[in-house]
Nanobody, 121 residues
Framework: VQLQASGGGLVQAGGSLGLSCAAS????????MGWFHQAPGKEREFVAA???????NYADSVKGRFTISRDNAKNTVYLQMNSLKVEDTAVYYC????????????????WGQGTQVTVSS
C-alpha cells in the first residue's frame, strides 16, 4: 500500500505547477484522496480533497487557484496549481482514507512521502 507523490519543483510567483499522486497496492476508487502542505516551521495544513465520486473541498487560501481531480482507472489524484504565490511554498503530501471526514481532518490512514513546491518572488 503506497502513495507516491510527484511533480514538485521551483516556479515563479504567478506560475503553474501540477502534482500527481499515484496509489498502489489496492483499489483506491472508494477512498477519499487529498492534498496537504507543510511549510517550514508550520503545522501541516489541508489544501484540497476529493471524494470517490468527485465531490471536492478546498482550503479558502487556494479556492479559485487550485484544482483537485482524480482518475480512478489510474489510481491517481492530481493537484493543478495556478497563480502560485510565495506563501504556497511547502512540502505537499497526498493522503487517502476510506472515511472522507477523517481525511479532511488531516488524520487520514495513508500518506505519501511529500514533494517540495517552491515559489519564488
Amino acid at each position: 500500500v503506497q502513495l507516491q507523490a510527484s511533480g514538485g519543483g521551483l516556479v515563479q510567483a504567478g506560475g503553474s505547477l501540477g502534482l500527481s499522486c499515484a496509489a498502489s497496492g489496492r483499489s483506491w476508487s472508494n477512498y477519499g484522496m487529498g492534498w496537504f502542505h507543510q511549510a517550514p516551521g508550520k503545522e501541516r495544513e489541508f489544501v484540497a480533497a476529493i471524494t470517490s465520486v468527485g465531490r471536492t473541498n478546498y482550503a479558502d487560501s487556494v479556492k479559485g487557484r487550485f484544482t483537485i481531480s482524480r482518475d480512478n482507472a489510474k489510481n491517481t489524484v492530481y493537484l493543478q496549481m495556478n497563480s502560485l504565490k510565495v506563501e504556497d511554498t511547502a512540502v505537499y503530501y497526498c493522503a487517502a482514507d476510506p472515511w472522507y471526514s477523517r481525511l479532511l481532518t488531516g488524520t487520514g490512514a495513508y500518506w505519501g512521502q511529500g514533494t517540495q513546491v517552491t515559489v519564488s518572488s
